[in-house]
């Protein structure tokens, strides 16, 4: 790829919004195809966007790189499934060469269905950790919550990550009858393998055919059924997100909670999302956005530095979540297309 990056300014501006919060933290997605289906993410047939609207990988880069030289330390690869996407492994070496350079962290969040074919590719790209999404550690149930996918390929994938030297961090999504009664089980191997957990409760993004009352647990009530058999530690690191952490003083491993809904995570959002067609969302929970594929292909990578200032003056406060009975979705546009 021979790529035009914008030219540096003088001195770095960061990017401060309205709120004197900074975004060092960009969520780049690739693609919102997936080889799986999972329930709280997609519908079972959900309509792909087409090919011909997509950023190109140049063009991700060079949004990417625009963000790295307003002070974005951490870039996050993901999608929708982003090793579904052909190529996508030539992004992440060329975005690995700037780490030292402006980038600190170049990560990626993956099904890890076809990490086993990818592993050693990217970890010599620099990529030191990625999460991994795994919801029960039971064939029939990942099938069910995957809607077809096999447990066997995930765990390959994170096996493949583990040996070439990647930390592996899982993430799961509580649900109501499908998994919350079996978390304990799936930290408990977690923590074995030295893989931290993350428990996500589900978020009313996108129209995923099922009344997300009848999805969402809380993560209060799982924390509570934990502490019944667990010691839970309340750890102070932060890594800058929404998640909160203990230490499972009985597996000795780490568990963060994410908790958009019971408890708001907005006031240090240091994040903004760029879906795989160019717009960048500064919300997962809101509409606003700025269309910067337009921005680049019509007047260059140079125009992206006022772009990014223009998205700091209109980044939202917080989203507005509710998952009461009927509520439907906060946001029309599922994860996989926003990029989880
Ligand atoms: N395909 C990759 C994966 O699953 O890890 C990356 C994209 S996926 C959209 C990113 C994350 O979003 C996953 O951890 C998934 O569990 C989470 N996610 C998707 N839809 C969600 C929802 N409605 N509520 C909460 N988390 C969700
Ligand atoms: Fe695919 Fe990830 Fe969404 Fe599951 S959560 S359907 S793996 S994009």
């Keep these: 790829m021979n790529v035009a990056v914008p030219t540096p300014t003088a001195a770095m501006r960061p990017l401060i919004d309205r709120f004197g919060r900074q975004v060092t933290y960009l969520r780049l997605s690739v693609t919102d195809r997936c080889d799986l ?7 079972e047939r959900p309509e792909f966007l087409p090919k011909s609207d997509l950023l190109t990988l140049e063009e991700l880069e060079q949004v990417a790189t625009a963000f790295i030289r307003r002070g974005v330390t951490k870039v996050r690869i993901t999608g929708g499934e982003p090793l579904v996407r052909r190529d996508v492994v030539t992004l992440i070496e060329r975005l690995g060469a700037q780490i030292g350079d402006g980038l600190n962290e170049l990560c990626l969040t993956t099904n890890a269905t076809q990490m086993a074919r990818f592993a050693d590719r990217i970890a010599t790209a620099g990529v030191r950790r990625i999460n991994v999404s795994l919801d029960t550690l039971d064939p ?3 099938s069910a919550v995957t809607r077809g996918g096999q447990l066997s390929q995930t765990l390959d994938g994170i096996g493949a990550a583990k040996a070439a030297g990647i930390k592996v961090k899982i993430n799961a999504v509580a649900l109501k009858g499908l998994n919350d009664q079996h978390l304990p089980e799936l930290i408990q191997w977690a923590h074995g393998e030295g893989h931290d957990v993350t428990l996500i409760e589900v ?20 924390r509570d059924q934990l502490e019944q058999c667990w010691t839970l530690t309340d750890l102070p690191d932060s890594t800058g ?3 909160r952490y203990v230490r499972v003083e009985e597996t000795g491993g780490r568990l963060g909670f994410i908790t958009p809904l019971t408890s708001n995570f907005c006031a240090g959002c240091n994040r903004v999302r760029l879906t795989c067609t160019g717009q960048l969302f500064m919300c997962l929970g809101q509409d606003d956005r700025l269309d910067l594929r337009r921005i680049l292909r019509e007047d260059g990578p140079d125009a992206l530095d006022a772009a990014l200032d223009q998205a700091m003056a209109v980044k939202p406060e917080k989203h507005e979540f509710d998952v009461a009975e009927g ?9 996989a297309r926003t990029g989880g």
């Design 37 to 43: 289906r999972c329930v709280y993410c997609m519908k």
């Design 140 to 142: 029939d149930v990942f």
């Design 203 to 222: 978020m009313p993004v996108g129209e995923v055919g099922i009344d997300r009352a009848d999805q969402f647990v809380s993560l209060l009530d799982i």
């Design 241 to 243: 997100g929404p998640a």
């Design 327 to 335: 509520a439907g979705a906060a946001v029309s546009r599922n994860m």
